[in-house]
């Protein structure tokens, strides 16, 4: 140090202080506690109360249901070992009837010996959907994914095996019509009838072909009719269906929308305007006690598949509005982009619209589907046993007459697992497919 900096300067320090905590109340829990719970006096406040709010619901609610009864045949007798156990009166959950209708609550009244196709058909259903969800499985499992509703509907359903190959083979035609019939008829042309002559087979054809060839051929297993389906696994049935049918459905009634084919855009506004503005159940009804007076006269059209059929319509026109808006969302310079590159109308949508567009609309979609599965709730109204309907009928019997919430809390908590499950996908899928760089 220079002399006259020596004479100016009191202390100049030549090494570093060693580091130091920070006080306690500025880092760690006490420091979360004091700018999250207590930053002023009303939030203070405002925490004392929420904590014994908190309090007051646990100690209620957290001994009544985990100090439950697991082990009875009747309410009765779950009354008598929780008098027994904890005293008369004593406020715990009767979880019995969930282990006691457990079978019932999960399959319906299909039957027990059959429990293992519902099983593995669930379990099929989640390896071939799996290649759709995450692109990192390999490719060449879609061709079992394409494979596994037919293969599903046999295991459930049963009878012979040549009917699910009969509705197969009706994509096989619709896709040779395609192939063959547009150098012919035109690219429109071509889609129409594509879409037409697969209809008309499985109307007219499907029948009478499954028919002669099980006649001849009787290759197939156990039948279970429809009425033997219930609980959770209708409600899967439907729902899984409802789902994978209604999206490619509400994709083409948003791309109808926007076509400018004056006869599919009029087709496609009426449809989607008529399905949003009747509620579900109405169409519900509709599908149970209207649709067989405009079919043909000894005509069997099972209620589940009509029930199906009604609950992908409704959810496809919802869809068609989420799309469209994600659709109005890109900007028109993606549409020049398209036509400068060449592409025509389907090329664009396949490559570079839909792709965009559907990124954007992925809350809006799952929210879709979360509606649609919780609304096969809604099937009890026209006689189908699904959880709800079940519940009814289990407190209905005279071994469970009087018990409410254990029933109402197991189905809600059965349908909050898949709900969140699918809002968990959908923020992943989100995360994953961002390309912005915030």
């Known amino acids: 140090m220079s002399e006259v900096h020596a004479q100016t300067v009191a202390y100049v320090r030549d090494t570093m202080i060693p580091q130091e905590a920070p006080p306690p109340t500025e880092a760690g829990a006490i420091k979360w506690l004091r700018e999250n719970l207590f930053s002023s006096w009303l939030n203070a406040i405002l925490t004392v109360v929420s904590l014994y709010v908190i309090y007051w619901v646990v100690s209620h609610v957290a001994g009544w249901m985990l100090f439950g009864i697991w082990d009875?045949?009747?309410?009765?007798?779950c009354r008598e070992v929780r008098d027994a156990t904890y005293g008369e009166g004593a406020s715990v959950a009767c979880w019995a009837v969930l282990t006691d209708r457990w079978d019932q609550l999960m399959f319906g009244f299909y039957p027990s010996e059959l429990y293992w196709r519902p099983v593995l058909a669930l379990v099929l259903f989640l390896v071939a959907i799996a290649p759709v969800l995450y692109d990192?499985?390999?490719r060449k499992m879609l061709?079992?994914?394409?494979?596994?509703p037919f293969v599903l509907f046999f295991l459930l359903w049963g009878g012979t095996i040549w009917g699910p190959l009969a509705v197969a083979a009706g994509f096989a035609i619709g896709w040779a019509v395609l192939r063959f019939a547009t150098p012919v008829i035109g690219d429109l042309g071509g889609i129409v009838a594509a879409f037409v002559v697969p209809i008309l087979y499985w109307f007219f054809a499907?029948?009478?072909?499954?028919?002669a060839l099980g006649n001849a051929i009787p290759i197939g297993i156990e039948f279970v009719p429809s009425d033997d389906f219930g609980g959770f696994m209708l409600a899967f049935v439907i729902g899984i269906a409802g789902i994978i049918l209604s999206l490619p459905l509400g994709i083409l009634l948003a791309l109808g929308r926007q076509s400018d084919l004056f006869i599919i855009n009029k087709f496609s506004v009426i449809f989607i305007e008529v399905i949003r503005g009747v509620p579900l159940i109405v169409w519900l009804f509709t599908a149970s006690l209207l649709l067989n007076y405009f079919l043909p006269p000894g005509t069997n059209f099972d209620l589940m598949?009509?029930?199906?059929?009604?609950?992908?319509?409704?959810?496809?026109?919802y869809l068609a509005e989420v799309v469209r808006g994600g659709l109005a969302a890109l900007p028109r310079g993606q549409y020049e982009g398209a036509d400068s590159l060449g592409l025509d109308y389907?090329?664009?949508?396949?490559?570079?619209?839909?792709?965009?567009?559907l990124k954007i609309s992925i809350p809006g979609i799952v929210s879709t589907f979360i509606g649609l599965f919780k609304?096969?709730?809604l099937v009890v109204f026209i006689g189908l046993l699904d959880p709800i309907g079940l519940s009814n009928a289990i407190r209905a019997t005279t071994d469970w007459n009087g018990i409410y919430w254990e029933l109402f809390i197991f189905i809600g908590l059965c349908f909050f697992v898949c709900c969140y499950a699918m809002s968990q996908y959908s923020q992943w899928l989100e995360r994953k497919l961002r390309t912005d760089h915030r």
Request: hydrophobic fraction near 55%; charged fraction near 10%.
């Open 136 to 138: 990192s499985l390999p």
């Open 346 to 357: 389907w090329q664009s949508m396949r490559l570079i619209i839909l792709p965009q567009a």
């Open 143 to 148: 061709w079992f994914t394409a494979a596994s």
């Open 305 to 317: 598949l009509r029930v199906i059929i009604m609950v992908t319509l409704f959810s496809a026109a």
């Open 206 to 211: 499907v029948g009478p072909i499954a028919g």
């Open 72 to 77: 009875a045949g009747s309410l009765s007798e």
């Open 375 to 377: 609304d096969t709730t």
